[in-house]
């Protein structure tokens, strides 16, 4: 079976500029899962998503950031405009259900911004 | 707030050694804590604790919680260099459930 897979893998770009993210979750999960893991922080959870629907956001670290889900097998995060300070590992996982069932992750999206 | 703390941060050993990594938390309406190991990539599931007591095992790999005192351990026997890796531990939110706050993790290096 296919894991959660996560585009692009490495992304380095120059601050300003508009970053997409982009996950597809397993088949048949229903909860969506953004981090942000850097070695001050650690790993952050910054949103997640049951059935398509934002429940928890309160992560998301300022308005530049924003995140959707249009159906069950795709959601993107989206940094506009982005800043250095923003340069991390972006992770995507998804669960079944949203009871702290064990969540499955992507390989990550490696974020540069010069 | 939830809070999540693994000690020790990082761990030098030898191949063949046995390490106990700790994690304690707090949370308000506790369901289950989870055990991950992050090498070069993403982190990947080991266990799930719900009980306290019950140890939960897998090959060299074991971890049992205590509910009373608020802590989990996860021990590895017979330590390998490809144990090498981060260790997570993480609990779900006590009023937002999918919300798993994550320890700074203890990062476990085995040496040839």
């Known amino acids: 079976d296919a894991g959660v897979i996560q585009s692009p893998r490495h992304e380095v770009t120059e601050m300003g500029q508009e970053v997409t993210l982009r996950c597809k979750p397993i088949?048949?999960?229903?909860?969506l899962f953004w981090y942000r893991q850097t070695m001050m922080r650690g790993l952050e959870l910054l949103i997640y998503f049951n059935n398509n629907v934002p429940i928890d956001d309160s992560g998301m670290p300022e308005d530049r950031f924003s995140a959707k889900m249009p159906n069950a097998s795709f959601s993107t995060l989206k940094i506009q405009p982005s800043e250095p300070r923003d340069s991390a590992v972006y992770f995507c996982?998804?669960?079944?259900?949203?009871?702290?069932?064990?969540?499955?992750f992507g390989d990550g999206t490696r974020l540069s911004i010069l | 707030e939830d809070k999540v703390v693994q000690s020790p941060l990082s761990l030098v050993v030898h191949e063949g050694d046995t390490v106990t990594l700790n994690c304690s938390y707090e949370v308000t309406n506790f369901r289950s804590l989870l055990w991950y190991k992050q090498e070069k990539k993403a982190p990947t599931f080991l266990f799930m604790l719900?009980?306290?007591?019950i140890e939960k095992k897998s090959g060299r790999l074991s971890s049992i919680l205590d509910k009373k005192e608020l802590f989990s351990i996860l021990n590895i026997t017979a330590t390998q260099t490809g144990d090498s890796a981060i260790y997570l531990c993480?609990?779900?939110?006590?009023?937002?459930?999918?919300?798993?706050?994550f320890g700074q993790g203890t990062i476990l290096t085995v040496h040839p």
């Open positions: 996982a998804s669960s079944h259900g949203q009871g702290g069932q064990p969540q499955h």
């Open positions: 993480a609990v779900p939110g006590g009023t937002s459930y999918g919300k798993l706050t």
């Open positions: 719900t009980s306290s007591g």
């Open positions: 088949s048949g999960h229903n909860s």
